[in-house]
Nanobody
Framework: QAQFAESGGGLVQAGGSLKLSCTASGWPMEWFSIGWFHQAPGKERRAVACNNLNDISTYFEDSVKGRFTVSRENAQNTVYLEMKNLKPEDTGIYYC????????????????WGQGTQVTVSP
């Protein structure tokens, strides 16, 4: 079955930028829609955005609209989450996963979770 791995996290000062990657193995990324999720320390995992098979993205969190952008490069089997103007509240683990059908903000509708990548934004 397909597997997905997140990478690109790190430590950045408030106002800085990071670009996360979700890379597929086992099957082509072009076969999958991909959701991005944020789990802040001590809080529940929440859907941030989802990129569908036509490279159209939906953003579920008002706090990231205008700052985060999801895109894909199927030749690299990768979906990206570009984060700009980072804020301390963006700190947490970021995951990617596959929706059972269409892109949705419901976390329970996703499967094939990666291990996540840590993002830390300092004041």
């Amino acid at each position: 079955q397909a597997q997905f791995a997140e990478s690109g996290g790190g430590l950045v000062q408030a106002g800085g930028s990071l670009k996360l990657s979700c890379t597929a193995s086992g099957w082509p990324m072009e076969w999958f829609s991909i959701g991005w999720f944020h789990q802040a320390p001590g809080k529940e995992r929440r859907a941030v955005a989802c990129n569908n098979l036509n490279d159209i993205s939906t953003y579920f969190e008002d706090s990231v609209k205008g700052r985060f952008t999801v895109s894909r490069e199927n030749a690299q089997n990768t979906v990206y989450l570009e984060m700009k103007n980072l804020k301390p509240e963006d700190t947490g683990i970021y995951y990617c996963a596959v929706p059972s059908q269409d892109c949705t903000g419901a976390v329970d509708e996703y499967a094939h979770w990666g291990q996540g990548t840590q993002v830390t934004v300092s004041p």
